[in-house]
């Protein structure tokens, strides 16, 4: 090769990764980058859609209801689930206030210059046991929902759930 097509290909190299650094520098810097906030939001999740964090109820609900149809419930098992769904529902509509109220009054407790780390605590293991009742709640009426259910009905239901847990477990 002549010294000139070295020259012009050696240069091509070195400003493409001027170019290429650059362009990274600039995406990392963006809202969305990593220097300032951690690695950013996305990055646990991947690439993909991911989970739709925004609208979590609505996402569960369409996944429940999407459910419920295949097992083309009777009228009291449609009784069953939907005070399950209601159940949930109130929960979401509550809930999310009453975590914004949480994380504000945590982020100014925590932003004084002697934090009340014991106050903080009660008032997390406050919460911890309202979402434990919740949660025992909600399994109690799952178990009278299940209970409704033909054979038929259990093993969809079963299956349903032995797919998602070795879609999780792999």
Known sequence: ???RNKVFIG???????????????????SPMGCFDGGFG??????PGKGFPHKDMSGFLFRKMDKMADKLNLSDPQKEKYDELKNNIKARFTNGAEEHKILRDDFRAEIAKENPDVASIIESMKKKVDEMSDFANENLDLFNEFYQSLDDTQKKM?????????????S
């Open 1 to 3: 090769m002549r010294t």
């Open 11 to 29: 240069s091509g190299i070195v400003l493409a990764i001027i170019f290429l650094t650059g362009l990274g520098l600039v995406a990392a810097r």
């Open 41 to 46: 939001p996305d990055f646990r999740r991947g």
């Open 157 to 169: 239901v079963l299956d349903e759930i032995r797919e998602k847990m070795e879609y999780h477990h």
